[in-house]
């Protein structure tokens, strides 16, 4: 019986190793197209990538010390602009590239993530449902004290992001309808802006991309459907959008390597890692 179970034990062992093994040897394999490679990527644009980026980033140069990449934001706007000038090899959207980029710069997009855009305010604020009529007219400044929606009695202070941004742009069109975004709104440059903001101020109310919320925010319920990547997934939360990496041409040497890598098995697993439904 012992020499039974003893056999039953190393056989367990043994596998266990060879899973590791393989699970190990199939991640370095993703890596090895970048063994022996040197160069450099830069890349900017959509703040909602930055966490993909910067962690395949930092895996690709562990690999070669003489590959180098840079992660810069700026918004969607800017990574369309700076792609298509040529000043960066990728530039990253929140949104669809439109016709008009397309047939000015020559752009090639790879889509890698589902991701959704919600209304947030600080994690004190009592207020645990807003209706889409409620945020549009919130964002309009036709709703401007917290006791209108059941909040406490006190003025609301609005952030918004910049027209650059394809976190706004998504939020604006699916959300507010192309409604009005009151003059008074503040204005912030990023998701990682706007979650310092809205953390800092009790009576705040702004919006981020899904994958950026935590505990130092709060994302009330919209008609009661909770803002989660499983709800965007299923359809059941409606302001969702796509992310994506564009090039100026078809990518070619590390930039399409790179492309590949996000888009792969390892990909996958950093992009549902920073909170994103991977494509």
């Not at 179970?5 to 970048?34: H, I, M, P």
């Not at 669809?96 to 947030?120: H, N, Q, R, W």
């Not at 952030?159 to 604006?172: I, L, M, N, P, Q």
């Not at 802006?193 to 800092?200: D, F, H, N, T, V």
């Amino acid at each position: 019986m012992k020499f039974e179970l003893s056999r039953l034990t190393g056989r367990l062992l043994a596998a266990v190793v060879c899973s590791t093994l393989l699970t190990g040897s199939a991640l370095a394999g993703e890596l090895d197209v970048f063994a022996g490679k040197k160069g450099k990527i830069d890349i900017a644009g959509g703040t909602a990538h930055i966490p993909v980026m910067k962690e395949a980033a930092k895996r690709v140069m562990q690999t070669s010390r003489e590959i180098r990449i840079s992660v810069a934001a700026g918004g969607s706007g800017v990574g369309v602009q700076k792609v298509g000038e040529g000043l960066v090899d990728i530039g990253n959207t929140g949104r669809p590239l439109s016709d008009e980029e397309v047939a000015k710069y020559g752009l090639k997009s790879f889509a890698f993530a589902i991701d959704g855009v919600a209304a947030t305010v600080h994690p004190k604020n009592p207020v645990g449902n807003l209706t889409a009529a409620q945020v549009q007219d919130i964002f309009a400044g036709k709703i401007g004290n917290w006791k209108a929606v059941g909040g406490r009695d006190a003025a609301i202070h609005l952030y918004t992001r910049d027209e650059a941004s394809g976190t706004r742009e998504v939020f604006w069109e699916k959300l507010l309808k192309k409604g009005t975004i009151a003059a008074n709104a503040n204005v912030v440059a990023s998701n990682g802006a706007m979650k310092s903001a809205l953390a800092s101020d009790q009576d705040a109310i702004g919006y981020v991309s899904i994958g950026h919320i935590d505990e130092t925010i709060k994302a009330p319920t919209l008609d009661g459907i909770a803002p989660t990547q499983d709800n965007a997934r299923t359809g059941k939360y409606p302001i969702v959008r796509k992310l994506y990496m564009n090039t100026k041409g078809e990518p070619h040497g590390l930039t399409a390597d790179f492309i590949k890598y996000i888009l792969g098995p390892d990909g996958k697993q950093i992009t549902a890692g920073a909170g994103y439904l991977p494509l």
